[in-house]
């Protein structure tokens, strides 16, 4: 079973400040997504990452691929309160199945 | 484009008794997941269907959950009996394919065991 990490679990910064998350496994994943989740709400997509190495940016987000596709970075500039949530590492085997979601990083941007 | 759709939004009942979850997925979405998330966790994964067919339930507590998609359009998910440590938010997510496609998730069901 591939198991997925996250660090930190809890992360507080003022408004404007830089910030990154960690999603780490000992297992290769053919692809890693990212997703935000909001109180109440389910999770919401934000990335797909495939290629090993991959970077992509949204907006003030930055994602990264680790080369040898078993750990991912999300980096946020000037963080901002909309960006308060809980961020989730997620992936699957190359078959699409065993699904498996990190426990998380809650994002706390205080204004 | 509607989304997921998932009902009861909330539940409350005692241990030993029974309860089911209802979701409607998006229109054309082949793969459907049901998820259980406990407090403070990352949604775990219990069962995951291709068209009408279960390609993933290797985390579903066989004993007491059960879920089934009629006409690889809606899904039911049922517990029973429920115990103390059933208590969570169950997610239903829709995809068009499996794999890396995006997965869309309904507001859950809150799920309290008393």
């Known amino acids: 079973t591939q198991l997925l990490e996250q660090s930190p679990q809890f992360l507080s910064i003022q408004e404007g400040e830089n910030l990154t998350v960690y999603c780490n496994s000992s297992?290769?994943?053919?692809?890693l997504q990212w997703y935000r989740q909001e109180p109440g709400e389910g999770p919401v997509l934000l990335v797909t990452?495939?290629?090993?190495?991959e970077v992509k940016k949204l907006k003030r987000l930055t994602f990264q691929f680790g080369d040898a596709r078993k750990d991912s970075s999300l980096h946020i500039t000037a963080a901002q309160p909309g960006d308060t949530g809980l961020y989730l590492c997620?992936?699957?085997?190359?078959?699409?199945?065993?699904?498996?979601f990190g426990p998380g990083t809650r994002l706390s941007v205080l204004p | 484009e509607a989304g997921v759709a998932q009902s009861p939004r909330y539940k409350i009942i005692e241990k030993r008794q029974s309860v089911a979850f209802w979701c409607n997925p998006i229109?054309?979405?082949?793969?459907l997941y049901w998820y259980q998330q406990i407090l403070g966790q990352g949604p775990k994964l219990l069962i995951q269907?291709?068209?009408?067919?279960?390609?993933?339930d290797s985390q579903l507590p066989k004993d007491r959950f059960s879920a089934e998609r009629l006409k690889g359009v809606d899904s039911t998910l049922k517990i029973q009996p429920a115990k103390l440590e059933d208590s969570a938010v169950y997610l239903c997510?829709?995809?068009f394919g499996s794999g890396y496609y995006e997965q869309y998730f309904g507001p859950g069901t809150r799920l309290t065991v008393t």
């Open positions: 269907f291709q068209n009408n067919g279960v390609v993933d």
């Open positions: 990452v495939v290629t090993g190495g």
């Open positions: 997620a992936g699957g085997d190359n078959y699409g199945q065993n699904f498996v």
């Open positions: 297992s290769v994943f053919s692809s």
């Open positions: 229109s054309g979405h082949a793969t």
């Open positions: 997510a829709s995809s």
